[in-house]
């Protein structure tokens, strides 16, 4: 039996990926108005927005990650693990309102509906799919890039191969993201959901996916998927604040508040944010 390291809110505390992000230029009177136009439609057609738990989240949503796994590769269980971090359990306001499950920017080349929040910048844009399914698939389409492309030559079961590498190709800064992530799936035993493959499955596959991204290369494709770290989960620094005595604060040594933020030394500055738990 797997020993399981993390308790259930390391699924609202993963530290930040490393992506570049698209600067909405938008006044926050369009924005409120943009969103409220958004929700009024996602309302009529769903009613009140459901609220998952993490094993109705994983059980609304395994079908699409598995489809996902068998068309590119990728396990379904780190699919549905990063669906729970980013999404919070499917509760976050891109999932309910916008049906955005992994946090994905407007870019220059997206014509669909948008979504503004404040994330980097104020009014940060976000996608707004049609359906939940739509915001899987992107997620797939999103990884098929040059940095990603050794990971599809994994074993689509290869949870432990992707976990590490995703950290290992920058997805994320965390340096706990790797056993973060295999913890959450491990947790909810979510590589039950993954498939082994024939070497000739293997095969077709990687040639598909590869040729994919090879067709990318050179093509002004932005990385755009949001903070993973939810608001309430950040902390500010202050006037007078210290490393040690934020540590202190939230339950941390200072060297575990380091390595939440990817910190080489002790220095902080005023109105810094600083990835905390609690």
């Known amino acids: 039996m797997r020993k399981i390291t993390c308790a259930l809110f390391v699924i609202i505390t993963l530290a930040s990926c490393s992506a570049r992000k698209k600067v909405a230029t938008i006044s926050s009177g ?3 108005h943009n969103n409220q136009e958004i929700q009024k439609e996602h ?3 769903i009613g009140n927005y459901p609220t998952y738990t993490a094993d109705q989240y994983i059980q609304r949503f395994k079908k699409i990650a598995i489809q996902e796994m068998n068309a590119y590769g990728v396990p379904a269980s780190i699919t549905l693990a990063q669906g729970l971090f980013e999404s919070g359990n499917g509760n976050g306001d891109l999932a309910r309102i916008a049906n955005n499950h992994f946090g994905i920017k407007c870019t220059s080349d997206w014509k669909g509906k948008s979504y503004y929040k404040n994330d980097d910048q104020v009014n940060d844009c976000f996608r707004v799919y049609d359906n939940p399914e739509d915001s899987f698939r992107d997620h797939s389409n999103f990884l098929k ?3 990603y492309a050794s990971l599809f030559e994994l074993d689509k079961n290869d949870y432990m191969g992707w976990a590490n590498g995703l950290k290992a190709a920058g997805y994320a800064t965390n340096p706990k993201y790797p056993q973060l992530l295999i913890a959450v799936i491990e947790k ?9 493959e024939g070497e000739v499955q293997k095969i077709k596959r990687e040639d598909r996916v590869l040729t994919q991204i090879n067709q990318n290369i050179g093509k002004s494709v932005k990385d755009s998927i949001i903070s993973q770290t939810p608001t309430d989960k950040l902390y500010t620094v202050k006037q007078g604040d210290t490393l040690y005595n934020i540590s202190k604060r939230f339950g941390l040594t200072v060297d575990e508040l380091k390595a939440l933020n990817n910190m080489a030394d002790n220095n902080i500055k005023l109105g810094q944010k600083l990835v905390v738990v609690k």
Not at 188 to 196: F, K, S, V
């Open 30 to 32: 369009q924005a409120r």
């Open 43 to 45: 309302q009529a057609a």
């Open 145 to 147: 890039r040059k940095r």
């Open 188 to 196: 909810y035993n979510l590589d039950q959901y993954d498939r082994p």
